[in-house]
T-cell receptor, first 115, second 109 residues
Framework: ETGVTQTPRHLVMGMTNKKSLKCEQH?????MYWYKQSAKKPLELMFV???????ENNSVPSRFSPECPNSSHLFLHLHTLQPEDSALYLC??????????????FGPGTRLTVL | TQLLEQSPQFLSIQEGENLTVYCNSS?????LQWYRQEPGEGPVLLVT?????EVKKLKRLTFQFGDARKDSSLHITAAQPGDTGLYLC?????????FGTGTRLKVLA
């Protein structure tokens, strides 16, 4: 596998379920990100991890819980979600935390539907 | 709150036509990036502009960063069906990227 991979690609869950999204990067990068992409809103940054430490949390509800066990893996744990949380969840990685010359590499996303 | 407004939101043109997409903000960014996203995939970086007034060319795509580093434009010459996709600008700040509202482009053969 190369680049940034995400599993699952599609997920349907009820509001009382608990599920996890997984992201893996094979690029040797030090920073990883979770984004939410909804149909009618700009791409929203949720969490940033740099060297496995969370450095940014953009006022995300506690029903979303990130975990970064090492620099190659990032998880997003989901519980008691709401229908408005249905969106495409994108993971990205970069060589280091944002700077002018830093390119983010995105995974293909997980399409989440909350019933 | 930093916002990046893109215009137009949607654009459908014939193959061979030229087009310009705009990205505007009231905030100053240290740099600005343009991405293209195709269905079922994540965004892919096209270019980063850093200096006010900078112009960069990528084949038929020309990117410009405003003198005040608050706005940017993307011009496509002789558009092709392969240019179809969602174009996103992103302002780069400390520990974060602020993404624009997006321009969805469709180029008809």
């Amino acid at each position: 596998e190369t680049g940034v991979t995400q599993t699952p690609r599609h997920l349907v869950m009820g509001m009382t379920n608990k599920k996890s999204l997984k992201c893996e990067q094979h690029l040797g990068h030090n920073a990883m990100y979770w984004y939410k992409q909804s149909a009618k809103k700009p791409l929203e940054l949720m969490f940033v991890y740099s060297l496995e430490e969370r450095v940014e949390n953009n006022s995300v509800p506690s029903r979303f819980s990130p975990e970064c066990p090492n620099s190659s893996h990032l998880f997003l744990h989901l519980h008691t979600l709401q229908p408005e949380d249905s969106a495409l969840y994108l993971c990205a990685s970069s060589h280091k935390t944002p700077s002018s010359y830093n390119e983010q590499f995105f995974g293909p996303g997980t399409r989440l539907t909350v019933l | 709150t930093q916002l990046l407004e893109q215009s137009p939101q949607f654009l459908s043109i014939q193959e061979g036509e030229n087009l310009t997409v705009y990205c505007n903000s009231s905030s100053v960014f240290s740099s600005l990036q343009w991405y293209r996203q195709e269905p079922g995939e994540g965004p892919v970086l096209l270019v980063t502009v850093v200096t006010g007034g900078e112009v960069k060319k990528l084949k038929r795509l020309t990117f410009q960063f405003g003198d005040a580093r608050k706005d940017s434009s993307l011009h496509i010459t002789a558009a092709q069906p392969g240019d179809t996709g969602l174009y996103l600008c992103a302002g780069v700040g400390t520990y974060k990227y602020i993404f624009g509202t997006g321009t969805r482009l469709k180029v008809l053969a």
